[in-house]
């Protein structure tokens, strides 16, 4: 999926590319436009019909990841409030989950 969709975080507007909506469509993981590593989750809402996205979680506040440059995929928990993205190391194949949550905020 290579969507564009203008998000907010700290009051400031970044495009992000969508990586995954939720099941419920409440929700969508996206890469930071022109940052490799920076993936977040946001919350959708509505701009008078437009698809926009309010920053929630993020994944460099969980961990540092720099290792683990290639994205493999998302699993969605939605009932369990989170979401959970995945990295490999190309160079040794190791992969790293990283927990997305809901209700950050």
């Excluded at 907010?8 to 992000?16: L, Q, V």
């Excluded at 990586?19 to 959708?44: A, E, I, N, R």
């Excluded at 928990?77 to 160079?91: I, L, N, P």
């Amino acid at each position: 999926m290579n969507e564009i969709i203008s998000v907010t975080k700290d009051g400031e507007n970044y495009d992000a590319y969508v990586k995954s909506f939720s099941p419920s469509g409440k929700y969508f993981v996206g890469k930071q436009k022109g940052d490799v590593l920076h993936y977040c989750m946001y919350k959708v809402r509505d701009n008078d019909g437009n698809i926009c996205g309010e920053f929630v979680d993020s994944c460099i506040d969980h961990t540092c990841y720099e290792d683990f440059t290639s994205f493999t995929g998302i699993s969605w928990y939605e009932d369990r409030g989170f979401a959970e993205v995945g990295f490999r190391d190309m160079d040794t194949y190791r992969s790293k989950d990283i927990r997305l949550y809901f209700n950050k905020k």
